[in-house]
């Protein structure tokens, strides 16, 4: 049998905080705003892993999560 990865980023919208849920420990993520420009980067921790972009302008961003299974990507809204 095949398994899926479900990631998910919640909540959505938000005010700068948010949590990825569903990446593998080790995986890294990178945060771009809507100009294409590299905001944030990690490692995912934890299943649930919490990333903090408070003071960021409000609008939409586009979260890379890339990993052994593969490479996601999420929208995420800034300001509710």
Known sequence: PCS???ISVYPNP???SFVISGAD???TYKIYN???QLVSAGNI???NTH????GMADGVYLV???GNS???HLKVIIGE
Request: glycine share 16%.
């Open 34 to 36: 809507y100009q294409g």
């Open 64 to 66: 890379s999560i890339s």
């Open 14 to 16: 938000n005010n700068g």
């Open 4 to 6: 899926q990865t479900v």
């Open 51 to 54: 990333v903090d972009l408070k």
């Open 25 to 27: 420990h080790g995986d």
């Open 70 to 72: 593969g490479i996601y």
């Open 45 to 47: 921790i934890s299943v």
